[in-house]
């Protein structure tokens, strides 16, 4: 690598710090290894069930399958009187009888509150020395989670091969397997490959209702999780998984979580033998977001619905711990996604998610977001490669449809500079349905792309709608193909600043990072907005002082900063737009690149350094502008704006200094309107101190 590549890397990993960690972790768990990829999907068995499970309540029993069709209800009746004979109580007492794989449990109807697994842990297990997580929980090894199941979960599936689970109701809500916020997890699967799940409800938890960990096959298969801390759906360092037919809400962070997806792909392009987990007729809302995955490596997510979310879906790489960093390989197709425009980050502020989670109202529709994340968008991708997002239905979305922006490898804790700008990179944004339902409705997102500029190889489909930057390079018809492509080290300085100052978020602490608009912000309290009027300010004082001092009698100087007025106004106008693609930005970049020149070209007589300066300045200036609003351009490694904000500093020290040394102003009589005082360059002064004005 080049001595001038380097200091690329190190001027990226430097501006990357904008995106410093967020004060939460996604989600900890013990050290993981990634199943080997020898296992296979489980296939659903029926027939007999080996282990049944009831309420002893035949009353109970007895309304809940009375709506039933009359072939169900009776199998039912005939499972029940089973059931009482030779049956279980509790799931995890059928769980614990299941001595051989390949087993199947059924489930009857009821509330499943495993009392026996509430109890306070016993003797040894109330002292275990394991490291805490930021959470406060306890990262318990395998061999702890064996020795106490019920610590931390409220039924426990450890080592058990070829286990289905199958609740017996009409519909998913009629077994209902329930924690009562007095667990991390509901129902925790781990190390038991080929685990198929039907059926049932799980729900409230100080964590997840669901979880699968390092196994290699498993079904989740219409099963609703519900009003959790955290995760309705969490799987983790799994292959061959698939969930179908699933829902989830009411949840912290996200509804459907795979993350840590088996790794398979990450040495290829688009074209992949196989996907490690498949997530399909699903449906997450009023949650956080609808879908997560820190590390969702090789998803294949189709025919899916996330709505009415704060956020469609999201994959990252922001967090260490994961196995499979960066993320990759996600492919997203015939998904509606749409209305995630909830904002449930006043229940942080009000105090309602500091109180016990009982408490909270989660089932009266009180959501606590976990992490800092853009409410109203789509598909938010933070830091990730090669992942394909076509033929979605994507609308109705209050910011944007598509969030595209780096992760650099510090975040997740990987020094090396090499690493640093490894995403965001080739991701496919192509024949998606923007701005429009299923039955061609118009349902406008207010932008279909905000993207803050890093990484090679990313495109939108042609005749993408609004979006920031308003140019974007187009993906071919040919997947690989694209028309404009960019490969940039950083993403935009402003973009950044924004990055920083939102991910300043922590729940516990009832932090919500003033000037982001993701947490309510408006107008002149937006740090967007703040820091053009700042810079704006600066400028006009700097400007007039210099145009006063040295300039009032140019014609050419005069006419610039009049233009260099109206653009500073214009970019402190276009800052209060927000995620509008409006031309108000470039307008005000042409206007101040404008400005610069024709200052440069008035002051290249009497100061000739600074002149010219200036004159580079305004043609960065324009530059910059044309890189927003017509073409961005290719072979850069950073945008104009990097180096227009650099030399813009130094401009300011240079012109005040001008402005200061100089005597009474000089008058400069412009014959030839070129602002050089005359042909040939002569020029009258008038007034005293002028002679002591031309040699300062």
């Known amino acids: 690598m080049s001595w001038t590549r380097k200091l690329l890397v190190v001027l990226a990993a430097l501006a990357a710090t904008l995106l410093s960690a967020p004060a939460s972790q996604a989600h900890e768990e013990r050290p993981v290894t990634l199943p080997d990829g020898t296992g296979s999907v489980p296939v659903h068995r029926t027939g007999e069930p080996d282990l049944l499970v009831c309420k002893s309540d035949r009353a109970d029993f007895g309304r809940r399958i009375s709506g039933f069709p009359e072939p169900l209800k009776a199998r039912n009746a005939e499972l029940f009187d089973r059931c009482l004979k030779s049956g279980y109580r509790h799931l995890q007492q059928a769980v614990d009888a299941a001595v051989r794989p390949g087993m199947n449990i059924a489930v009857l109807p009821g509330l499943y509150e495993e009392e026996p697994s509430l109890a306070d842990p016993p003797g040894a297990c109330t002292r275990l020395k394991a490291p805490a997580s930021q959470l406060g929980y306890q990262i318990l090894s395998y061999a702890q989670q064996k020795q106490c199941p019920h610590n931390q979960n409220l039924v426990a599936i450890l080592g058990k091969k070829n286990l289905q689970i199958e609740g017996t109701g009409a519909a998913r809500t009629d077994v209902v397997i329930d924690a009562k916020y007095q667990k991390l997890n509901a129902v925790r699967a781990d190390r038991s490959d080929g685990i198929y ?199 109705g979305h209050d910011r944007a449809a598509f969030f595209l922006s780096a992760a650099p490898a510090f975040i997740r804790g990987e020094e090396a500079l090499s690493k640093q700008t490894d995403t965001s990179h080739r991701n496919r944004y192509a024949g998606n349905h923007l701005g429009v339902d299923r039955n061609g409705e118009a349902r406008p997102n207010r932008t279909d792309v905000w993207w803050d500029g890093q990484g090679e190889g990313n495109c939108w489909q042609p005749g993408t709608g609004a979006a920031t930057p ?57 740090v967007e907005t703040q820091a053009a009027l700042g810079v704006a300010v600066v400028l006009a004082l700097v400007g007039g002082a210099l145009w006063w001092r040295r300039l009032r009698h140019s014609r050419m100087g005069t006419a610039a900063t009049a233009l260099g007025a109206a653009g500073l106004a214009l970019d402190v106008a276009g800052s209060t737009t927000g995620l509008t693609s409006s031309y108000l930005p470039a307008a005000a970049l042409l206007l101040m690149g404008v400005w610069w020149t024709g200052t440069g070209l008035a ?34 490694p950073l945008s104009p704006a990097w180096l227009r904000t650099l030399l813009g500093v130094v401009w300011v020290l240079w012109a005040v200094a001008a402005a200061a040394r100089g005597g009474r102003a000089e008058r400069v009589e412009d014959t030839d309107g070129d602002g050089a005082g005359g042909t040939g360059g002569d020029r009258v002064h008038l007034g005293a101190g002028a002679a002591e004005g031309e040699r300062s």
């Open 197 to 395: 799940f039907k059926n049932f409800t799980a729900q409230r938890t100080t964590f997840n209702s669901l979880y699968v960990l390092a196994q290699d096959g498993f079904v989740i298969d219409d099963v609703l999780t519900r009003w959790n801390d955290e995760y309705g759906f969490l799987t983790f360092a799994s292959d061959h998984g698939l969930y179908k037919n699933c829902e989830s809400y009411g949840n912290g962070d996200s509804g459907i979580y795979p993350g840590s997806a088996s790794d398979i792909n990450t040495a290829r392009g688009y074209d992949v033998p196989r996907y490690a987990i498949e997530i399909t007729g699903c449906r997450s809302h009023h949650n956080m977001v609808g879908y997560s995955g820190t590390a969702g490596d090789s998803v294949y997510v189709h025919d899916n619905e996330f709505d009415h979310n704060m956020g469609g879906a999201s994959m990252d790489s922001a967090f260490p711990g994961h196995p499979g960093l960066p993320q990759n390989h996600a492919r997203f197709e015939r998904n509606l996604i749409h209305d995630n425009n909830a904002d449930y980050y006043p229940y942080v502020a009000d105090g309602t998610c500091a109180k016990p989670p009982v408490e909270r109202g989660y089932e009266e529709g009180v959501v606590c977001p976990q992490i800092s994340m853009p409410p109203g968008t789509g598909i938010i991708t933070a830091g990730g490669n090669w992942n394909l997002y076509e033929d979605n239905w994507v609308y």
């Open 603 to 636: 002051l290249r007589y009497q100061r000739p350094g600074l002149g010219w300066t200036t004159v580079v300045l305004g043609a960065l200036t324009l530059l910059d502008a044309f890189d927003k609003a017509v073409l961005m351009i290719p072979w850069i």
């Open 470 to 526: 308003r140019t974007l390079p187009e993906c071919g018809t040919e997947r690989g193909a694209v028309s404009g492509g960019t490969d940039r080290l950083v993403g935009e300085p402003v973009k950044l600043a924004q990055l920083l100052v939102c991910a300043d978020y922590d729940v516990r602490a009832r932090r919500l990072p003033a000037g982001c608009d993701w947490y309510g912000a408006r107008g002149i309290e937006r």
